[in-house]
C-alpha cells in the first residue's frame, strides 16, 4: 500500500507543478488569457453524492476547454498482464469502473460536464503505465448501483450478495464487519 501512496503522490506532484507552469505562462501572457480558457488541475478532491448517501475522494480532474477525470491504480505484474497484456481477462471485474462512475457522477454535478474518465495504471513490478478511457454510461450504472443499496438498506440489513456486497471474495477478510455478517464460506482473520 505504502507504494501505492508513494506513486499517487509523485503523479499529483506532477499535476501540481503542471498547473504552476500553465498558470507562469497565463500570467505572461495577459492579453490571451481572455480569448483562452484557463486550464487547470484538481488534485485529490472530495466528492459527495448527498441523495445517494456517498462521499469519496477522486485523484485528479483536469478542468479547460473539457472535463476530464483520473483514477491512479497501483497494480502488480499479474494483474496489468490480465489487463493489457496478450492473455486478457475475459471476463473482469468492473468494481473499479464504478468507483470511477460513482466518482464522475458527482464531478459533473460539480463541473456541469464530464468529457472522459480514465483509470491510469501504474505497474509497480517494473513501472510501467497505461490507461484505460472508461465510458461515461458508468455514471449511470454507478448511480443506478448506489440507489439500489439504498432501496436494499431501508429494508433492514441486506441479504449477503456476492458480486455486489462484497464485490471479490478478498473483500471479506478487510471488512470490519465480519462478525455481524452472515457470507457463505466466511473466512476468519
Not at 490480465?82 to 464504478?98: A, M, R, W
Not at 505497474?123 to 448501483?145: C, E, G, L
Request: a positive charge; hydrophobic letters at 30%.
Amino acid at each position: 500500500m505504502r507504494l501505492g501512496t508513494v506513486v499517487h503522490e509523485d503523479l499529483q506532484n506532477a499535476l501540481v507543478y503542471k498547473n504552476n507552469i500553465i498558470n507562469k505562462e497565463i500570467n505572461n501572457k495577459e492579453k490571451e488569457i481572455k480569448n483562452k480558457q484557463k486550464e487547470k488541475f484538481h488534485i485529490e478532491g472530495n466528492v459527495e453524492i448527498k441523495e445517494l448517501n456517498v462521499r469519496g475522494h477522486y485523484d485528479a480532474v483536469f478542468e479547460g476547454e473539457n472535463v476530464y477525470l483520473f483514477d491512479f491504480k497501483t497494480i502488480a505484474s499479474w494483474s496489468y498482464s490480465k489487463k493489457f497484456g496478450h492473455k486478457k481477462d475475459f471476463d473482469p471485474s468492473i468494481h473499479q469502473e464504478l468507483q470511477l462512475g460513482t466518482y464522475g457522477y458527482a464531478i459533473q454535478q460539480e463541473f456541469g460536464k464530464l468529457d472522459g474518465m480514465y483509470l491510469v495504471y501504474y505497474n509497480k513490478d517494473n513501472s510501467m503505465m497505461n490507461s484505460v478511457q472508461v465510458p461515461n454510461t458508468y455514471t449511470n450504472r454507478a448511480f443506478n448501483f448506489w440507489y439500489n443499496i439504498n432501496e436494499e438498506h431501508k429494508k433492514g440489513l441486506p441479504d449477503f450478495k456476492k458480486g455486489v456486497s462484497p464485490v471479490q471474495d478478498w473483500n471479506c477478510s478487510y471488512c470490519p464487519y465480519l462478525d455481524h455478517c452472515n457470507p457463505p464460506n466466511k473466512k476468519r482473520r
